[in-house]
């Protein structure tokens, strides 16, 4: 079966510093990842997403950048990280290119604190 | 905005009512999605309804499309404690991508 890891799974920053969230998929081969960033109480927007090694959409432009240095590895990056970063990170993946409907399975997340 | 909007924006019952909640959305789609939310955990995929079916069970869950109106509802009939979660709609248009609402928050009071 698939599975779905991030980490570190808490994070709290200061101002300025760098960021590396990291997350990997077990159990299924070149899906397509994503990754979401939902602030408190509000819906999930969708920051970045690849349908393959070393490629990357980006949805938002903002400090953030993302990687995919490996099939089932996608990274999230900031080199300085502002206050709004704040927010809780999300990854996840979906099932095979070609597909008609694209169901997306979710890790646990990331809750990043910025001071 | 393309994002779907649920409503209510939050929702508190008693165990045992049933919880409606819906979505609305602005652009075609080929299929809508409904995903709920525990308290700061991700989220888990409950139910994908295509745009030319009108209505789908799954257990205690229904859900309904119309889309001349541009509309989804998700019912949960026989509501537990345990159904307290954060349910989005998602909209997906056939790409690689799901568009998510801002969610409704269910409160089921035992």
């Known amino acids: 079966s698939q599975t779905i890891h991030q980490w570190p799974a808490t994070l709290v920053q200061p101002v300025g510093s760098p960021l590396s969230l990291e997350c990997t998929v077990e159990g299924t081969s070149n899906p397509n990842l994503y990754w979401y960033r939902q602030a408190a109480g509000r819906g999930l927007q969708l920051l970045f997403y690849?349908?393959?090694?070393?490629?990357i959409s980006s949805e938002v432009p903002q400090n953030l950048s993302a990687s995919r240095p490996q099939d089932r590895q996608f990274i999230l990056s900031s080199k300085k990280l502002l206050l709004s970063d704040s927010g809780f990170y999300l990854c996840a993946w979906s099932n095979i290119k070609g597909a008609v409907f694209y169901t997306q399975y979710f890790g646990p997340g990331t809750r990043l604190t910025v001071l | 905005s393309q994002q779907g909007e649920e409503d209510p924006q939050a929702l508190s019952i008693q165990e045992g009512e049933n919880a409606t909640m819906n979505c609305s959305y602005k652009?075609?789609?080929?299929?809508l999605q409904w995903y709920r939310q525990n308290s700061g955990r991700g989220l888990v995929h409950l139910i994908l309804?295509?745009?030319?079916?009108r209505e789908k069970h799954s257990g205690r869950l229904r859900v309904t499309l119309d889309t001349s109106k541009k509309s989804s509802s998700l019912l949960i009939t026989a509501s537990r404690a345990a159904d307290t979660a954060s349910y989005f709609c998602?909209?997906?248009?056939?790409?690689?991508?799901?568009?998510f609402g801002k969610g409704t928050k269910l409160t089921v009071n035992p």
């Open positions: 998602a909209r997906g248009g056939g790409s690689e991508k799901l568009v």
């Open positions: 309804i295509r745009s030319n079916e």
């Open positions: 652009t075609s789609i080929n299929n």
């Open positions: 690849s349908v393959g090694i070393g490629q």
